[in-house]
């Protein structure tokens, strides 16, 4: 089992729609959530980091985060295909020392 | 505010040889990771230090790999002999702190050929 499992897609959604991306993880001890979007040829950026269980809403992006199924999700809103990319989700992981895992990634494409 | 610089951006090399890559990252951050992502992969963690320490290495190839950040700023990646496996985008992130948000810098694309 990874550590950080992400449906590597791709997923595609016609523009305007909800693009909904999930992502579980393995280790309870796990504290805390970002997703990043990388687009072909370029380096991972953050779109939204996540600490508690609930929702969080940036703009078109909302998290979220139930610690209890160990799953974070992005919803992303009035879908853009300036958001076609891959959303990567990453877990710092605290159980036998602090490390950072990626999971692969999931493949968006909004179709205009 | 400056971002997380990288160089080079890209290196073509035969295998055997070595390679180093150099990363500075943002000013007064303290934590400094590297990353290799091999295309269609996400990014594995190589290793992470915290100023000048380390934090985590338990992913870095140490037969062939090694790395320092010698005054907690810049810091080095070096792949010695490098195997045609190598061949991925490294990438250089830094973080105010452990545990917050990492930022990325553009990468250092290899091939080995």
């Known amino acids: 089992q990874k550590e950080v499992e992400q449906n590597s897609g791709p997923l595609s959604v016609p523009e305007g729609a909800i693009a909904s991306l999930n992502c579980t993880y393995s280790?309870?001890?796990?504290?805390?959530f970002f997703w990043y979007r990388q687009y072909s040829g370029k380096s991972p950026e953050l779109i939204m980091s996540?600490?508690?269980?609930g929702d969080k809403e940036d703009g078109r992006f909302t998290a979220q985060l139930n610690k209890a199924s160990q799953y974070v999700s992005l919803l992303i809103r009035d879908s853009q295909p300036s958001d076609s990319a891959t959303y990567l989700c990453?877990?710092?992981?605290?159980?036998?020392?602090?490390?950072?895992?990626f999971g692969a990634g999931t493949r968006l494409f909004v179709k205009a | 505010e400056a971002g997380v610089a990288q160089s080079p951006r890209y290196k073509i090399i035969e295998k055997r040889q070595s390679v180093a890559f150099w990363c500075n990252p943002i000013?007064?951050?303290?934590?400094l990771y590297w990353y290799q992502q091999i295309l269609g992969q996400g990014p594995k963690l190589l290793i992470q230090?915290?100023?000048?320490?380390?934090?985590?290495d338990s992913q870095l190839p140490k037969d062939r790999f090694s790395a320092e950040r010698l005054k907690g700023v810049d810091s080095t990646l070096k792949i010695q002999p490098a195997k045609l496996e190598d061949s991925a985008v490294y990438l250089c992130?830094?973080?105010?702190?452990?545990?917050?948000?990492?930022?990325f810098g553009p990468g250092t694309r290899l091939l080995v050929l």
């Open positions: 992130a830094s973080s105010f702190h452990l545990e917050e948000t990492q930022y």
């Open positions: 280790d309870r001890g796990s504290q805390s």
């Open positions: 996540i600490y508690s269980n």
């Open positions: 990453a877990v710092n992981r605290f159980t036998g020392g602090f490390k950072t895992i």
């Open positions: 000013s007064g951050h303290a934590t």
């Open positions: 230090f915290q100023n000048n320490g380390v934090v985590d």
